[in-house]
């Protein structure tokens, strides 16, 4: 991962560290089973904290961005939950997820999960501007 993202050499010493945006960036953060499962267990903190999916995103975006997330923000993200979770219902949650898959609601939660997934792979997220 720190290869990935330029990880800076560290001989003798670094005095200053190359910066670049690269698509391995993205598609690590799309496809990293780590990434995966922190998004996970990100979205289990958001159910056991918040009853509405209202108040996950609001909480998922004071978490990630120190901010509430705007009126259109609120409306993609809970029209991406409720589509998804759809989805989740119609075709199944895929094998390859350990942890949301067996609990209760799982279609919903594996859709938070993708939203967790989703703003973390943000720029807002991983740049300080």
């Known amino acids: ?8 050499t560290m001989t003798p010493n670094c005095d200053a560290r190359r910066c670049s945006t ?3 960036q993205a598609l ?4 990293d089973q780590a990434i995966v499962q922190h998004s996970e267990l990100l ?4 159910w056991k904290e918040a009853s509405s ?3 996950r995103v609001q909480s998922l975006f004071e978490l990630l961005y120190s ?4 009126d259109a923000e609120m409306k993609l993200c809970l029209d991406f939950l409720r589509s998804q979770a759809d989805y989740f219902r119609e075709h199944g949650t895929p094998d390859w997820l350990t942890q949301v898959k067996k609990t209760p609601h799982a279609p919903e939660k594996r859709a938070t999960a993708m939203l967790c997934q989703t703003l973390l792979c ?3 997220f991983l740049y300080v501007d």
């Open 1 to 8: 991962m720190l290869e990935t993202f330029d990880l800076p």
């Open 22 to 24: 690269v698509t391995p």
């Open 28 to 31: 690590l953060l799309l496809n």
């Open 43 to 46: 979205a289990e903190r958001l």
């Open 53 to 55: 999916p209202e108040k």
């Open 67 to 70: 901010e509430a997330p705007t």
């Open 122 to 124: 943000t720029n807002r």
